[in-house]
């Protein structure tokens, strides 16, 4: 899993080199974003662990943050997110090892920063793939493992323009700390399914100045 999570690092960022080499456009983005969605922890390894039988159960997760972008070439675009995110989990404890089934529920929070690079498609949908920086907050978790390190983020959707702003939506999947900071013995890490809403804002879009061989075409007004 480690080996394919690095092919893929590789991956995007030969892309941002090749895509830069394209005529970068100045299309600068910032705006706002939030995250709604359900997640469950899922083992990264095939080593049996007898301090957990018991199963995981998936509960919901909240995310808002900012989000920077820059339009590299005329088909991708370079987006930074911060955010902080609210998870919560269920973990059962159940006979015959103990009375009665029972299932506990956690809740941490993680402060994540998504670096994707999207790619457009015909009639402003898109896809995009990225890595996660995932820092844990508000100490460690009791019953999952932290999920501080890298992680995988994919999605696709669309934007909706109305003048300077867009307006985003995308389902989005994402597996966090696939590659821990520390090394965990369980290798417990989050996975997430979600949707995401953003509202950007592009400013100076619609002031362009005009190009010296345009203002060569304009023809003067006969009125004048």
Not at 47 to 74: A, F, N
Not at 144 to 152: E, H, N, T
Not at 172 to 198: D, K, T, Y
Request: net charge positive; with cysteine.
């Amino acid at each position: 899993m480690k080996k394919s999570a690095l092919k893929l690092f590789l991956v995007l960022a030969c892309t941002a080199v090749y895509s830069q080499n394209n005529d970068p456009g100045r299309d600068f983005r910032a705006g706002v974003y939030a995250i709604g969605g359900w997640n469950i922890p899922v083992r990264l390894t095939t080593k049996y662990i007898t301090e957990e039988t018991s199963p995981w159960h998936g509960r919901q997760l909240w995310s808002g943050g900012v989000h920077l972008s820059l339009k590299v070439s005329e088909f991708y675009r370079l987006e930074i997110a911060p955010r902080y995110s609210w998870h919560k989990i269920g973990f059962e404890l159940s006979p015959p090892i103990y009375p009665e089934k029972t299932i506990y529920t956690e809740t941490f929070g993680l402060v994540s920063v998504p670096v994707t690079f999207k790619r457009y498609l015909t009639g402003n949908f898109l896809i995009s793939a990225g890595t996660i920086v995932d820092f844990a907050f508000n100490g460690k978790p009791l019953w999952v493992d932290p999920q501080s390190g890298f992680g995988l983020t994919l999605g696709a959707g669309r934007e909706y323009r109305a003048k300077d702003f867009v307006i985003d939506l995308s389902p989005v999947a994402e597996l966090h700390s696939v590659i821990p900071f520390a090394e965990e013995e369980n290798q417990q890490r989050l996975f997430v399914v979600s949707l995401r809403i953003g509202i950007s804002y592009s400013p100076g879009q619609g002031l362009k100045p005009l190009k010296k061989e345009d203002n060569m075409n304009v023809k003067p007004d006969p009125e004048l």
